[in-house]
């Protein structure tokens, strides 16, 4: 099919070479032979008289044209399948399809986990894929490379809409039999411990930054790891302490040997959201799946 002259196929095709920068890449993504991949660049170089992809080195660029054509080339795309092609009816009993969602381990054991249990009572053929913050998770959201970003409402877009989950505040946590600390935990205190601080190297800083940035000059970091859920095990049988998202402090006093205790710091609370794609508003699968993440959230609210 044509339109003013294009082959609306050929959007497709574009698409995935200025995401993939690369011709034998976006075949192989779109289960393309490489010489038909060639000849659709070919036949996108005609039409916008523009080189596109020229070579660099062993690599590939776009060149200017093709920055300008690639978020409107995604956009275009993302509404046609959010308002043409998504099915007006939706059954979570029989409803097939596989959602993806960038979310922490932190999110994920406080939230997510009980909300996956229960959409699966109601819709067991869906299937989940959570993958951990990247560089440029509102990238992904913007090229419908996820569904859902569950983090932060800091961290997320101003261009797509989102509906905010918990608010949270923090812990001081310490191994229940730490001798250097009595019965409270003071601002002092607490920077004399050796901490166990997470860091991200591809996103975002973390609460601990917060404080780090603050207190520099008075706190040791003895350890960093780039998960929530490690913190716990590096505390148990040490002297050292952490600062941690409450409701997963309180997870893990569970069934390990620690100690919460007041945070002694002033830490903004983080307010954690859901987001989605805009041209996804209207998808009805992704709305029920966001509709049973909100009820999660105030389940654990409770």
Same mark, same amino acid.
């Given at each position: ?17 200025? &995401? ?12 393309? &032979?490489?010489?038909? &991949? ?6 996108? #170089?005609?039409?916008? *008289? ?45 409803? #097939? ?6 979310? /922490? ?5 406080? +939230?997510?986990? $009980? ?5 699966? &009572? ?13 560089? =440029? ?15 932060? $409402? ?16 923090? @812990?001081?946590?310490?191994? $229940? ?10 601002? %002092? @205190? ?11 190297? =591809?996103?975002?800083?973390?609460? *601990? ?10 706190? /040791? ?25 409450? #409701? ?11 100690? +919460? ?21 209207? $998808? ?5 799946? #966001? ?5 999660? /959230?105030? %389940?654990?609210?409770?």
């Amino acid at each position: 099919m044509r339109f003013k002259g294009l082959d609306l196929n050929l959007l497709v095709v574009l698409d995935r070479l200025l &995401t993939e920068k690369s011709v034998s890449k976006a075949a192989e993504t779109l289960f393309l &032979t490489q010489s038909a &991949t060639s000849g659709a660049l070919s036949r996108l #170089r005609n039409y916008f *008289e523009d080189e596109l992809l020229v070579r660099l080195g062993r690599s590939m660029v776009l060149t200017p044209r093709a920055i300008e054509l690639q978020g409107a080339v995604r956009n275009a795309l993302m509404q046609i399948e959010g308002t043409i092609l998504t099915r007006p009816q939706f059954d979570p009993r029989t409803a #097939r399809r596989d959602i993806s969602i960038i979310a /922490s381990d932190y999110m994920t054991i406080a +939230l997510l986990s $009980d909300a996956l249990k229960e959409i699966a &009572t109601q819709a067991p053929m869906l299937q989940f894929s959570i993958q951990p913050p990247s560089v =440029n998770p509102r990238g992904m959201l913007e090229r419908g490379e996820v569904d859902f970003l569950v983090m932060p $409402d800091v961290y997320c877009s101003p261009e797509h809409p989102m509906q905010p989950l918990i608010r949270e505040g923090y @812990k001081a946590v310490i191994w $229940d039999q730490n001798p250097d600390v009595g019965d409270t935990m003071d601002l %002092k @205190k607490l920077l004399e411990l050796p901490h166990v601080a997470v860091r991200f190297a =591809n996103a975002g800083p973390t609460y *601990e930054g917060w404080v780090i940035e603050r207190y520099a000059n008075e706190m /040791s970091v003895e350890v960093e790891v780039g998960s929530f859920s490690s913190v716990p095990f590096l505390i148990v049988g040490t002297r050292r302490a952490a600062l941690m998202h409450e #409701r997963l402090a309180n997870i893990f006093a569970r069934t390990l040997p620690l100690r +919460l205790m007041p945070c002694p710091v002033d830490i903004p609370l983080i307010q954690e959201a859901v987001q989605w794609n805009l041209h996804n508003s209207n $998808d009805n699968c992704l709305t029920w799946v #966001r509709e049973q993440l909100i009820s999660a /959230s105030k %389940k654990v609210d409770d």
